[in-house]
């Protein structure tokens, strides 16, 4: 990979990738380290990419693969969730709100949620890439979408 073709790749995914690890983490830092290690990774790969839309799903499955093993680092135990807020900035309320609303559902279904909603990935992606069956993909979506209807109240629906 050219250093040009590399620097494009990296503005066209990194926001989409740090959004991807903090549904993971819940922190900014964490996930800037995550994402580094993604795109190191991405650097260091000798493989060929057959196009665009295969180098952005090879690195989600990176940065969902990274995400997974830092949260299971030792030292991330006693470690509390930044505020995201600080460090993130919104186009309106309702964005912040819907956030917000995420960031506080359990981690497997923030996963989801983000995968499906900001990712466009369908359940059977989803199944292949957090390497669990379909139906416990749907669960977790389901599961994900009361608890955001809770939150959110009657107005969010679901698309």
């Known amino acids: 990979m050219t250093k040009d073709k590399f620097i494009h790749v990296v503005k066209r995914n990194n926001q989409r990738l740090y959004m991807l690890a903090l549904s993971f983490t819940k922190n900014h830092f964490d996930s800037e380290d995550i994402i580094q290690n993604v795109f190191l990774k991405l650097w260091k790969y000798g493989g060929e990419f057959e196009n665009d839309d295969h180098i952005d799903k090879w690195l989600t499955r990176v940065c969902i693969n990274e995400s997974k093993n830092y949260i299971k680092l030792s030292f991330r135990k006693n470690i509390t969730p930044d505020d ?32 499906f909603y ?42």
Do not use: C
């Open 84 to 115: 995201a807020n600080d460090f993130y900035t919104f186009d309106s309320r309702e964005d912040h709100d819907v956030f917000n609303a995420v960031m506080s559902l359990p981690k497997k279904e923030r996963s989801v949620i983000h995968l």
């Open 118 to 159: 900001y990712e466009d990935m369908s359940v059977k992606e989803m199944a292949k890439m957090l390497d669990i069956k379909e139906s416990s993909v749907k669960t977790r979506l389901h599961r994900a979408r009361q608890r955001l209807k809770n939150i959110l109240g009657d107005e969010w629906a679901d698309e």
